[in-house]
């Protein structure tokens, strides 16, 4: 059983426990992933994720990864790392295409299609700014609400100045727009979640320390590899998505 459903249980749970994507079951999910337990029960849970799974497939296959689950595709997808660009234009845009192109007006699909030459990867923060955005998932929300949609959507990253029970004070940049274009702020201090019923993935955490954020709950402690990987996946997400801003 590949230890990457349980990284990928860390992040696909938060969204789960709002409703937001994947099956109505959060409280399994977050058994299994606080307990690092895997076995079929939870592969089958995760792959009910419509929106995460096919991106896992789509750079599995590129790599000549058996395992869609396994680490390193997780990884990929969620913080980035060099899976991401052996996924080619074509093949990315046929996934785009086949999920995606009926949901959008040929104009706006072409220019997403239009970033795959650009380097867009397959990576969450360039679904959450430039796919999910345009997909008719989020096309009615005021722009106020749709800027703090994506910046809780979006896997951030927050250095820890506090452990407080089952919060963290992290200092995380939240995402703005200057100018018209998206941009990261200053880091401000904000409260997450690390624990919910006693039941967390952030156990080990000290101030000064560095987590993954998703939908203000501490996903994991990240290694300076992973921070640089995931801060630099989220500029090109960002750079990306400007260009249609």
């Known amino acids: 059983m590949s230890s990457g459903a349980v990284l990928f249980g860390r992040y696909a749970f938060p969204p789960n426990r709002l409703g937001y994507c994947g ?3 959060s409280i399994a999910l977050l058994e299994y992933v606080s307990e690092q337990r895997t076995d079929r029960g939870l592969l089958e849970l995760e792959r009910r994720f419509a929106g995460a799974y096919p ?4 750079i599995a296959q590129a790599n000549g990864i058996a395992d869609p689950f396994d680490r390193r595709v997780v990884e990929a997808y969620w913080i980035g790392n060099t899976c991401l660009a052996r996924v080619t234009p074509a093949a990315f845009g046929a996934s785009l295409s086949e999920r995606f192109a009926d949901r959008m ?11 795959l030459e650009l380097g867009a990867r397959p ?8 796919v999910y955005t345009r997909a008719g998932l989020m096309n009615d929300r005021a722009a106020p609400v749709l800027l703090e949609t994506m910046d809780n959507c979006r896997i951030s990253w927050g250095k820890v100045a506090a452990v407080e029970g089952s919060e963290l004070v992290v200092e995380r940049p939240a995402l703005v727009l200057a100018d018209g274009k998206l941009a990261l702020g200053e880091p401000q201090p904000v409260r997450i979640l690390r624990q919910l019923d006693g039941r967390g993935f952030a156990e080990d955490v ?3 320390d560095f987590v993954s954020v998703h939908w203000n709950w501490a996903c994991d402690v990240l290694t300076l590899g992973a921070l640089a990987r995931l801060m630099r996946s989220n500029a090109r997400a960002l750079a990306l998505a400007n260009q249609t801003m």
Do not use: C, E, I, M
């Open 105 to 115: 007006s040929r104009k706006t699909f072409g220019w997403l299609a239009d970033k």
């Open 206 to 208: 000290h101030p000064g």
């Open 123 to 130: 990576h969450h923060n360039f679904h959450v700014f430039d």
């Open 23 to 25: 099956p109505d079951d």
């Open 55 to 58: 991106y896992l497939q789509l």
